[in-house]
């Protein structure tokens, strides 16, 4: 398939290079998940516009009490952020491991949420941190939470239309976080499970938790019953163990080739330990 991109430097350029197109309409930043779909050749006869050079979707800004960041902006200059170390560390984490080296140079965090893969390794983060997704168009912006983008795999809320023009992370103090996954190698691998978890942690107890699962179902997943255990329990051995053996419990993954049910079964409990303890240091005894 021969394709001919269009490449647009600002918001009105683009939205008037898209009016009236039919669809599908294909929107390139980074362009490392989007070759792969054209190498498979499994995206049909599309409009490509490049808006990559597009300044007001890209980079890292606190804004009313918000980390926004914009969905343009690449991998590697995410994770070494000191705001998003700051306030989203999870996301750091998630973003340090995605792919290799040439694919965080170029792989941006709106191509990661864009097609709503399952598999996409920053979701969990953002679902840990109750990130928004910022959709804009010539009609106006909306946004919508990260676990409700995705309608099931590779469908999303996504109009043609829109682009995915920023993520919001609500800043709160305290925060700490975690990103833990398996793949069949450290690098350059669809994980089979991953989990991440942001938590403020006041005096044994938190003030906010949630945990984001990938990987273990058509679309991001929370785990509400175990987040409620150490949201009631506070921070020791017994409602982290609670919490591990219940979380296994919440997840109804698949067969694949990449991984069985039981395993991510059996793994999302180990993933979650790990990712606590990362963030948290070694629970005390009650």
């Known amino acids: 398939m021969s394709i001919s991109i269009q490449r647009c430097t600002s918001l009105p350029e683009l939205f008037q290079a898209i009016e009236g197109i039919k669809p599908p309409i294909m929107y390139l930043a980074g362009g490392t998940d989007l070759m792969v779909l054209l190498k498979a050749n ?22 009313d009490d918000m980390l926004v960041i914009g969905a343009a902006t690449p991998f590697d200059e995410i994770y070494p952020d000191a705001n998003v170390l700051k306030w989203a560390k999870a996301l750091s ?29 920053t979701l969990p983060a953002l679902a840990s941190l109750g990130a928004q997704v910022n959709l804009l168009s010539a009609r106006g912006e909306r946004s919508v939470p990260i676990e409700g983008y995705a309608l099931g795999n590779r469908r999303t809320v996504r109009e043609a239309d829109e682009i995915i023009s920023s993520v919001s992370i609500p800043i709160r103090a305290g925060i700490k976080g975690a990103w833990k996954a398996l793949g069949a190698r450290k690098a350059l691998a669809i994980s089979k499970i991953s989990l991440a978890v942001s938590a403020v942690l006041e005096q044994g107890s ?20 175990a987040e409620e255990v150490l949201l009631n329990g506070g921070w020791n051995r017994e409602t ?27 793994m999302s409990g180990v993933l979650l330990h790990d990712a606590l303890i990362s963030a948290f240091g070694e629970a005390p005894t009650r």
Do not use: H, M
Request: negative net charge.
């Open 42 to 63: 499994l995206i049909p006869d599309s409009a490509w516009f490049d808006i990559s050079d597009i300044p007001d979707i890209k980079g890292i800004t606190v804004k």
């Open 93 to 121: 984490e998630a973003a340090s491991n995605v792919g290799g080296p040439q694919i965080r140079a170029r792989g941006t965090i709106g191509g990661n949420i864009a097609n709503g893969s399952p598999a996409a390794d």
């Open 206 to 225: 938190f003030s906010y938790l949630r945990i984001g699962l990938g990987s273990v179902a058509a679309t991001v997943r929370r785990a509400p019953q």
């Open 240 to 266: 982290l163990e609670e919490a591990c053996r219940i979380i296994q419990t919440e997840i109804s993954p698949i067969d694949d080739i990449r991984s069985t049910a039981e395993y991510r079964k059996a």
